[in-house]
């Protein structure tokens, strides 16, 4: 199997490496050449250091470089399979490639996206036979991270989605199918993550280090949400939840921050910077905080150490099951995929459904009403899902 990898950047790079390391011929493309040289150069580091690990040995590096070849027109990728975009978010960008592929592809090859938020099915229009167009949606970096999200449009054939579901089981990936609803399964679901901490920051419940350790200590989540808004980089972070909330017609849940949109604006975009939430030294270790809260209001002051935490944890965590049950309400992904879509594509302690049978449908539906009745904002509005579960005792995952 031929598979093209159109932008030679971390992500385009990475993936070109799982479907080599697979046994497929992969070509990377990019218009420039100083991309396609930095991308071999990488792959030649990446494979080095996993022999330093006995993870490879010098054969298996030879034949995952052998499979990867690097070419800068676009004509070059006629004779692909399957060819997976991964260049800037920019839907016009993509639609214009996509449909200057197409020129040169056989009729029943296969063009993807790697979006993580765009219209699979806008994507789609730009192309003479938009039933083989899919979203294929790795997470960063590709090699490592078990998830790959696949996103048919209402365009994309049955045979498609199948075919494409098989090839990314076959590069030893857990697949799981979404609807091309805005964020698909993982970047919508994980908006509170962000979302709601920044909103606890803000109304100065908390400083962001409490935040952090909150979720870390209680939680299990391996990065607190500050830390990891840092190591996403604070403008595409802020960029993703900006165009969730303009494409959810500025539904409320999903409403961007002051702070992050400031940040972003001053340059202080996380580890990549320098300063993010935190400084950090050369190394990319925080050494401070980059700003600071004061607690002042709600009753904060009232609560002890433990009490506020337990609070940061809760009202975090409930506001994640929430989004993952209305996720599942509105049949964007299955029960299964939804939970395994958080746990393999962004480290998730639980599944977030699995979390909710664990902590009982009633405690979550008594911590968003709740929340609801102290802001009386359509943001804590409980998903008509949980509440049906509530009434008739229900729970995702029955005892078997």
């Given at each position: 199997m031929i598979v093209g990898v159109i932008g030679s950047g971390t992500m385009g790079s990475g993936i070109a490496q799982v479907a080599a390391t697979s046994g497929c011929k992969v070509k990377v493309f990019d218009t420039k050449q100083e991309a396609l040289?930095?991308?071999?150069?990488?792959?030649?580091?990446?494979?080095?250091?996993?022999?330093?690990?006995?993870?490879?040995?010098?054969?298996?590096?030879?034949?995952?470089?052998?499979?990867?070849?690097?070419?800068?027109?676009?004509?070059?990728?006629?004779?692909?399979?399957?060819?997976?975009?991964?260049?800037?978010?920019n839907l016009e960008?993509?639609?214009?490639?996509?449909?200057?592929?197409e020129k040169y592809v056989s009729d029943d090859a296969i063009i993807a996206s790697n979006?993580?938020?765009?219209?699979?099915?806008?994507?789609?229009?730009?192309?003479?036979?938009?039933?083989?167009?899919?979203?294929?949606?790795?997470?960063n970096p590709a090699p490592l991270m078990k998830l790959v999200e696949i996103i048919p449009a209402v365009q994309t054939s049955e045979e498609v989605k199948n075919k494409v579901a098989n090839i990314i089981k076959d590069w030893k990936k857990v697949v799981a199918i979404a609807k091309d609803t805005p964020g698909f399964?993982?970047?919508?679901?994980?908006?509170?993550?962000?979302?709601?901490?920044?909103?606890?920051?803000?109304e100065g419940l908390a400083d962001l280090v409490t935040i952090d350790h909150s979720l870390k200590e209680l939680g299990g989540f391996r990065?607190?949400?500050?830390?990891?808004?840092?190591?996403?980089?604070?403008?595409?972070?802020?960029?993703?939840?900006?165009?969730?909330?303009?494409?959810?017609?500025?539904?409320?849940?999903?409403?961007?921050?002051?702070?992050?949109?400031?940040?972003?604006?001053?340059?202080?975009?996380?580890?990549k910077s320098g300063k993010g939430y935190y400084n950090y030294d050369e190394q990319g270790k925080i050494v401070s905080q980059n700003i600071s809260s004061?607690?002042?209001?709600?009753?904060?002051?009232?609560?002890?150490?433990?009490?506020?935490?337990?609070?940061?944890?809760?009202?975090?965590?409930?506001?994640?099951?929430?989004?993952?049950?209305?996720?599942?309400f509105w049949n964007i992904a299955s029960t299964e995929d939804i939970d395994n879509a958080m746990t393999k594509g962004v480290n998730y302690p639980y599944g977030l459904l699995a979390w909710a049978d664990k902590k009982g449908i009633d405690w979550c539906v008594s911590k968003l009403d709740k929340l609801y009745n102290e802001y009386r904002e359509d943001r804590y509005r409980c998903s008509p899902l949980l509440r049906r579960m509530d009434r008739e005792n229900r729970t995702f995952f029955p005892a078997s």
């Amino acid at each position: 199997m031929i598979v093209g990898v159109i932008g030679s950047g971390t992500m385009g790079s990475g993936i070109a490496q799982v479907a080599a390391t697979s046994g497929c011929k992969v070509k990377v493309f990019d218009t420039k050449q100083e991309a396609l040289d930095k991308s071999q150069k990488g792959l030649e580091k990446i494979l080095s250091r996993l022999i330093e690990k006995g993870r490879i040995d010098e054969a298996e590096k030879q034949r995952i470089q052998t499979n990867i070849s690097y070419v800068n027109e676009l004509k070059d990728l006629g004779d692909t399979d399957l060819t997976i975009e991964a260049i800037i978010e920019n839907l016009e960008i993509k639609k214009k490639v996509f449909s200057e592929l197409e020129k040169y592809v056989s009729d029943d090859a296969i063009i993807a996206s790697n979006t993580s938020s765009l219209s699979i099915a806008s994507i789609a229009s730009s192309l003479q036979k938009p039933e083989r167009c899919i979203g294929i949606h790795f997470f960063n970096p590709a090699p490592l991270m078990k998830l790959v999200e696949i996103i048919p449009a209402v365009q994309t054939s049955e045979e498609v989605k199948n075919k494409v579901a098989n090839i990314i089981k076959d590069w030893k990936k857990v697949v799981a199918i979404a609807k091309d609803t805005p964020g698909f399964i993982v970047n919508r679901v994980a908006r509170p993550f962000y979302g709601e901490s920044l909103r606890i920051y803000e109304e100065g419940l908390a400083d962001l280090v409490t935040i952090d350790h909150s979720l870390k200590e209680l939680g299990g989540f391996r990065m607190g949400p500050f830390e990891l808004m840092d190591f996403i980089g604070n403008d595409v972070n802020y960029t993703v939840t900006e165009t969730v909330f303009k494409a959810f017609y500025y539904d409320p849940r999903y409403k961007p921050s002051f702070t992050q949109k400031r940040l972003s604006e001053a340059g202080y975009l996380g580890r990549k910077s320098g300063k993010g939430y935190y400084n950090y030294d050369e190394q990319g270790k925080i050494v401070s905080q980059n700003i600071s809260s004061s607690i002042t209001s709600s009753g904060a002051e009232k609560l002890s150490k433990e009490e506020l935490s337990q609070y940061i944890f809760n009202r975090v965590l409930v506001m994640l099951i929430n989004e993952a049950a209305d996720a599942l309400f509105w049949n964007i992904a299955s029960t299964e995929d939804i939970d395994n879509a958080m746990t393999k594509g962004v480290n998730y302690p639980y599944g977030l459904l699995a979390w909710a049978d664990k902590k009982g449908i009633d405690w979550c539906v008594s911590k968003l009403d709740k929340l609801y009745n102290e802001y009386r904002e359509d943001r804590y509005r409980c998903s008509p899902l949980l509440r049906r579960m509530d009434r008739e005792n229900r729970t995702f995952f029955p005892a078997s």
